[in-house]
């Protein structure tokens, strides 16, 4: 039993330390074609994230609250929200799988899958991951196709001023070791 208790207490280091999520955010943008942009932004960021040991070691995952996405135009973003069926699918998840050691000192591929709209799919972002005594963050860039999870984009009179299909994703993270 004493051996049992030595060995649990001298492996509790080996163990994964969760995260804490001191700031983040997600942030989008599109743009009506020939005409403007579109950048909403979500600082609902939720996070569940652990590290064993070392930055590739990142495991978990973010998720947002989809209501809570805003831009400067309060009807815009009301439509935004009737599109992308936010009372059925509140919640976008994106799960982290691997992350992998990029050439440049803090350049990072993150990869993982993104639950939106009620649809799973593979994503990968682009990150600078910058660790320091009590802090990581992270930045991530990446794009969509909305049609790949099951969104029409709106059109307005007809088919003439669309809201573009791809849409570019930036996550910032501060995570709390």
Do not use: W
């Not at 020939?34 to 600082?43: A, C």
């Not at 960021?45 to 400067?72: H, T, W």
């Not at 929200?81 to 919640?91: D, G």
């Not at 993104?114 to 991951?129: P, Q, V, Y």
Request: proline share 2%; hydrophobic share 40%; net charge negative.
């Amino acid at each position: 039993m004493k051996k049992l208790l030595t060995i649990l207490i001298l492996a509790l280091p080996l163990l994964a330390s969760n995260l804490t999520l001191k700031d983040g955010f997600v942030s989008a943008h599109t743009e009506v074609l020939g005409d403007s942009s579109i950048d909403p932004l979500n600082t609902d960021l939720k996070a569940n994230i652990s590290m064993d040991d070392g930055l590739e070691s990142l495991k978990g995952d973010f998720s947002i609250d989809m209501g809570y996405f805003s831009s400067d135009n309060e009807d815009r973003d009301e439509n935004m929200h009737e599109t992308t069926e936010v009372e059925k699918f509140p919640l976008a998840k994106y799960t982290i799988k691997k992350v992998t050691k990029q050439e440049g000192e803090n350049n990072y591929t993150i990869a993982g899958s993104l639950n939106f709209h009620g649809t799973d799919k593979a994503l990968s972002f682009d990150a600078e991951i910058i660790e320091d005594s009590s802090d990581l963050v992270i930045k991530g860039t990446s794009t969509i196709m909305v049609s790949d999870y099951g969104v029409d984009m709106p059109c307005l009179g007809g088919f003439f001023l669309c809201v573009d299909d791809k849409v570019d994703l930036f996550v910032k993270a501060t995570l709390t070791k």
